[in-house]
């Protein structure tokens, strides 16, 4: 089991953290079974160690594998909080915004006086309120992110087929390197060439259809959709404070992305990144860290 691998090549410890989104996965009937299922797949490879799981519940908190496995519904997705908790006591901002731009969604969360303020606590709450915007920097299909692209000076709709995900767009603009690891819709590699063959083919185009020029424009336009959406999600979020938003903390994969978005709807906003302050890797990962961070005062070393 990977997860097992993993924790034998850890330093030494006494406690395991966790947090999951893998419970939407289509494989599980639903939520519940899909906590379950992880929490028990974790719990088996702790051997002694001591599992404790973030929760919803009380404003974010942790509670050990039997009563997270008993009450599985605020388990569930419950990493954009941590990492809300966490940024708030780090930046201690009193309005300001946490965004998480990941590989598949974008988690938007207001934060007040140095804590989260979720307007909601469950993904279908926070699709609602703009909190969470599914569109992210690698899996989001180009035809969720547009419906007409335009190409060759025309206002093509887009083919609703599985072409191409963001990350196509992303490696054409070189804003995402070449063989960055996703899973491609044609299987073939994650270099340039492919990229432009797969965005091409969602105009039922092929690669040569298109000058590296023309593929480049189409590309920024995917992208510049991708931007709106999350623009939109952070506007519905900021017009529920009733004071300006200050400070807005990025993080994930794509925080430069996120970033941009904030600086169209927040211009007079500080801008601070997790990059910045604890490096690239930490900043991809930034739940993971924030949970890691927030458990330690539990397990000696979480």
Known sequence: MHIGRLLARAPKHHSVALTT???????????????????????????????????????????????????PIPIAAANWLALANW?????????????????????????????????????????ASGELVYTGLLRTPVAAIASKLASGGKLRRVAAEW??????????????????????????????????????????????????????????????????????????????????IRQVIVSGAGWRLAKQAVQNVLPSAAVASIAGVLGEPACRCAAAVAVAALASPIGDGA
């Not at 940024?87 to 300001?96: K, L, N």
Request: hydrophobic content about 40%; aromatic content about 6%; glycine content about 8%.
């Open 21 to 71: 989104t893998a419970e939407l996965a289509d494989c599980f009937a639903s939520k519940s079974e899909g906590v379950r299922a992880v929490i028990d797949a974790v719990r088996a490879a702790c051997g002694r160690s001591r599992l404790v799981v973030y929760s919803t519940d009380q404003g974010g908190s942790f509670v050990d594998g039997t009563a997270a496995r008993s009450n």
């Open 87 to 127: 940024a708030a006591g780090q930046w201690r901002p009193s309005d300001g915004l946490m965004i998480d731009l990941g590989s598949t969604t974008t988690d938007i969360i207001w934060l007040r006086n140095s804590r989260a303020a979720p307007l909601g606590t469950t993904d279908a709450q926070r699709l």
């Open 163 to 244: 072409f191409a995900h963001a990350a196509d767009a992303h490696v054409i603009l070189r804003s995402l390197p070449e063989g960055t690891c996703y899973e491609t819709a044609d299987g073939r590699p994650a270099d340039w060439g492919h990229a432009k063959a797969r965005l091409a083919r969602s105009l039922c185009l092929d690669a040569g259809d298109l000058s590296d020029s023309q593929a480049e424009l189409l590309a920024g336009e995917v992208v510049r959709w991708q931007c709106r959406a999350i623009e939109d999600g952070i506007a519905q979020v900021a017009s529920n404070s009733l004071a300006p």
